[in-house]
């Protein structure tokens, strides 16, 4: 079992930034794929960025390229993503989960183990 605890979720203003958290309670989280969803009111749940075990590769939904980083430390079991010129529509609930599998998976039920969720809202 792994427990994830996301922070740093929060009300910005478009153009700025934030950074998420997530906490993992084990430490074989060097061994867990890692992925940031997000879910706005009405809209599905869609995958925001991944990251390998290793950190050395990361997957990122279109609509983020450029702006959102996605990064881990093993060492401190800590995923972020550092999100950058916000925009309205990144306003949702974010999610981290964690996918046992080797591979990078872009379907939530693919993961394995769900955060409580951090809001992030973006005031136009």
């Known amino acids: 079992q792994v427990q994830l605890v996301e922070s740093g979720g929060g009300l910005v203003q478009a153009g700025g930034s934030l950074r998420l958290s997530c906490a993992a309670s084990?430490?074989?989280?060097?061994?867990?794929?890692m992925g940031w969803f997000r879910q706005a009111p009405g809209k599905e749940r869609e995958l925001v960025a991944a990251v390998s075990w290793s950190g050395g590769t990361t997957y990122y939904t279109d609509s983020v390229k450029g702006r959102f980083t996605i990064s881990r430390d093993n060492a401190v079991t800590t995923m972020y993503l550092q999100m950058n010129s916000l925009k309205p529509e990144d306003t949702a609930v974010y999610y981290c989960?964690?996918?046992?599998?080797?591979?990078?998976?872009?379907?939530?039920?693919?993961?394995?183990?769900w955060g409580q969720g951090t809001q992030v809202t973006v005031s136009p």
């Open positions: 989960a964690a996918d046992r599998s080797p591979l990078i998976g872009l379907n939530g039920a693919e993961y394995d183990y």
């Open positions: 084990r430490r074989t989280f060097n061994s867990y794929v």
